[in-house]
T-cell receptor, first 111, second 116 residues
Framework: KNEVEQSPQNLTAQEGEFITINCSYSVGISALHWLQQHPGGGIVSLFM???GKKKHGRLIATINIQEKHSSLHITASHPRDSAVYIC?????????????FGKGTLLTVNP | GAGVSQSPSNKVTEKGKDVELRCDPI?????LYWYRQRLGQGLEFLIY????????KSGLPSDRFSAERTGESVSTLTIQRTQQEDSAVYLC??????????????FGNGTRLTVT
């Protein structure tokens, strides 16, 4: 079992819909990252959080440390949001520089 | 400079040849990572550099793979005697501070390696 599980693996939405992508992890962490990867490979860091909630534009990330769960929400989705969204965690402890990655969620937003 | 720069962006090589991939991190970023991403797969950790500390090489898949970094500047990932299974996108990332709670990762656009 992967230490970081994302769901769904694939998600298709219509423009304007509210999107939720989930991430569950099984290890103690010091931080959780949400990343966006567009076709062609470039990866952008969207959020890094260790508690609570963060918002940037139409994107919201939440984390529940007790439940070892995080969600990424996209409000008023747009075709340009189509990308792979990746959850990654920094383990707590001595190797906290290492990140463990989920397999990603492929989001397609249709006009 | 802007972000993390990787070169070449694409590399096609014949099986058995050596290749060298380059990463220029953001100036001042002490931590540097190399990852491999095979088609349709997640990111696979290869190696981590932090300042002048000994690198964490635990992710290198075989002794054909090696990486160097001089101080806090450029890093090179070398693959010797390439195999078709080495075909992947090789991604470099850097961060300002090694403590994961304090700084996000900045990724380069990757080098797409194709071994024929």
């Amino acid at each position: 079992k992967n230490e970081v599980e994302q769901s769904p693996q694939n998600l298709t939405a219509q423009e304007g819909e509210f999107i939720t992508i989930n991430c569950s992890y099984s290890v103690g962490i010091s931080a959780l990252h949400w990343l966006q990867q567009h076709p062609g490979g470039g990866i952008v860091s969207l959020f890094m959080l260790s508690s609570g909630k963060k918002k940037h534009g139409r994107l919201i990330a939440t984390i529940n440390i007790q439940e070892k769960h995080s969600s990424l929400h996209i409000t008023a989705s747009h075709p340009r949001d189509s990308a792979v969204y990746i959850c990654a965690v920094s383990n707590s402890g001595g190797s906290n520089y290492k990140l463990t990655f989920g397999k990603g969620t492929l989001l397609t937003v249709n006009p | 400079g802007a972000g993390v720069s990787q070169s070449p962006s694409n590399k096609v090589t014949e099986k058995g040849k050596d290749v060298e991939l380059r990463c220029d991190p953001i100036s001042g970023h002490t931590a540097l990572y190399w990852y491999r991403q095979r088609l349709g797969q997640g990111l696979e950790f290869l190696i981590y550099f932090q300042g002048n500390s000994a690198p964490d090489k635990s992710g290198l898949p075989s002794d054909r793979f090696s990486a160097e970094r001089t101080g806090e500047s450029v890093s090179t990932l070398t693959i010797q005697r390439t195999q078709q299974e080495d075909s992947a996108v090789y991604l470099c990332a850097s961060r300002l501070i090694p403590h994961p709670g304090n700084s996000p990762l900045h990724f380069g656009n990757g080098t797409r390696l194709t071994v024929t």
